[in-house]
């Protein structure tokens, strides 16, 4: 994503130069991503507008299969919602591709904002490695003091002053000295932001040990302050002071600004029925605000204030959107209506006397006759004679009549 860095760089340059405030302009960048970015959320919001426009019709289908939980009575619903879809120009997939984008833009922004040594004060990579070995120069010398670094940064400071050589080099009259070689050393701190800090904090001593690059003043370091010099966002929040109030903040505003967005955009049927499981549900609502809020902790506070910006303006651009390209509200006649278009040509289900099947098929033949059959079912011929009574056989007496006589 490199060659994003330079155009993203460059805009939060002209930021800083309008307002030389680096918190003051990361809410005006963050204003302009929000523009620029725009054109994406409006193709988001007419593809969730197609499929709202759809949900009568998705209704009807999943009214069709109601009852039935098996795996191919759900595959055969999933054919014809996708049949839906692709009779009425609808690609599910389609809102995908400008979500990646913004991913990807996101990610280089959060990289450029952090780099203002790079963007702001327009150094080279070679300048900053020099700045970074020179806080182990200071070091090295004793004029540093510990408590001015995290516990990691100065870890990283002591291994690497442990890479400092002794070589012998030799005088403008030839006679050799042995002199300290930092040539192996690196730069301990990798987050620019913090080390304008402790530039900021050790200036004189820098100066005084020509550690500084080549015209580099005070002045030429990035102001992050939340206003003027007071609240410095250049420190990392720890337990241990009020900058913890930050990372509370983010969570809030994240929190919240999910919530609320929510309620701006359109939900699908398969997201209100995830948003309705219940504690599976609410747990997914706090857990990006957590992360959010334990990537914080880690970070100078600046991250921090540009990640609730960003959520403020995600909200505010959601609701301008909504009222842009308003979700469509169906009546319930509307539903009948699409029930019946739906399900013209289709068989009725029987009501009564239907013929047990087997629960893993899906035949509508097997469910459903025609409502206005055109035959009858066949009757079977009956014996005319068929229950009738043979008449018994009278007994013949009269051998018996002529011996009494």
């Known amino acids: 994503m490199g060659f994003l860095n330079k155009p993203i760089g460059w805009i939060i340059n002209l930021c800083y130069k309008l307002v030389p405030n680096y918190a003051v302009a990361l809410l005006l960048f963050a204003i302009v991503m929000k523009l620029l970015l725009f054109p994406f959320g409006i193709k988001q919001q007419k593809n969730m507008l197609k499929q709202a426009k759809l949900r009568p019709k998705e209704q009807a289908i999943r009214k069709r299969y109601a009852g039935r939980d098996d795996k191919v009575t759900r595959q055969k619903m999933q054919e014809d919602l996708m049949k839906l879809y692709q009779d009425e120009g609808y690609?599910?997939?389609s809102g995908c591709l400008p979500m990646i984008l913004q991913l990807v833009i996101v990610f280089a922004v959060y990289g450029v904002m952090r780099a203002p040594l790079s963007y702001v004060s327009n150094l080279s990579n070679k300048e900053i490695k020099e700045l970074g070995v020179g806080i182990v120069q200071l070091y090295d010398e004793g004029v540093l003091d510990k408590n001015d670094f995290s516990?990691?940064?100065?870890?990283?400071i002591e291994k690497q002053a442990k890479k400092i050589e002794f070589v012998t080099k030799k005088d403008a009259y030839g006679d050799e000295y042995e002199a300290k070689s930092f040539a192996k050393v690196n730069n301990p701190v990798a987050d620019q932001v913090e080390l304008v800090r402790i530039i900021r904090n050790n200036y004189v001593a820098f100066e005084q040990y020509e550690c500084l690059p080549k015209g580099f003043t005070y002045d030429d370091l990035p102001k992050i302050y939340l206003w003027?010099?007071?609240?410095?966002?250049?420190?990392?929040?720890?337990?241990?002071?009020?900058y913890i109030l930050?990372?509370?903040?983010?969570?809030?505003?994240?929190?919240?600004?999910m919530k609320l967005t929510k309620k701006f955009m359109y939900q699908s049927e398969i997201q209100q029925q995830t948003q309705d499981m219940g504690c599976a549900g609410k747990i997914m609502d706090y857990v990006m605000p957590l992360m959010s809020t334990f990537i914080t902790l880690g970070m100078p506070a600046i991250i921090a204030v540009y990640w609730i910006y960003n959520n403020v303006l995600s909200l505010v651009q959601q609701i301008a959107l909504k009222y842009m390209y308003p979700v469509p509200v169906f009546t319930e006649e509307d539903y009948k209506k699409a029930e019946l278009e739906m399900n013209k040509g289709i068989k009725q289900k029987k009501k009564s006397g239907s013929t047990k099947r087997a629960a893993h098929?899906?035949?509508?033949?097997d469910d459903y006759v025609e409502e206005n059959p055109k035959t009858e079912p066949k009757k079977v011929k009956e014996d005319p004679k068929a229950g009738l009574i043979t008449p018994a056989q009278m007994k013949d007496e009269s051998d018996k009549k002529s011996d009494k006589d």
């Open 91 to 93: 690609n599910p997939a």
């Open 361 to 365: 098929r899906i035949d509508l033949d």
């Open 246 to 257: 930050i990372p509370i903040l983010t969570f809030v505003f994240t929190f919240g600004s």
């Open 228 to 242: 003027g010099d007071s609240v410095d966002l250049t420190v990392t929040p720890s337990l241990d002071s009020w």
């Open 151 to 156: 516990k990691a940064t100065w870890e990283s």
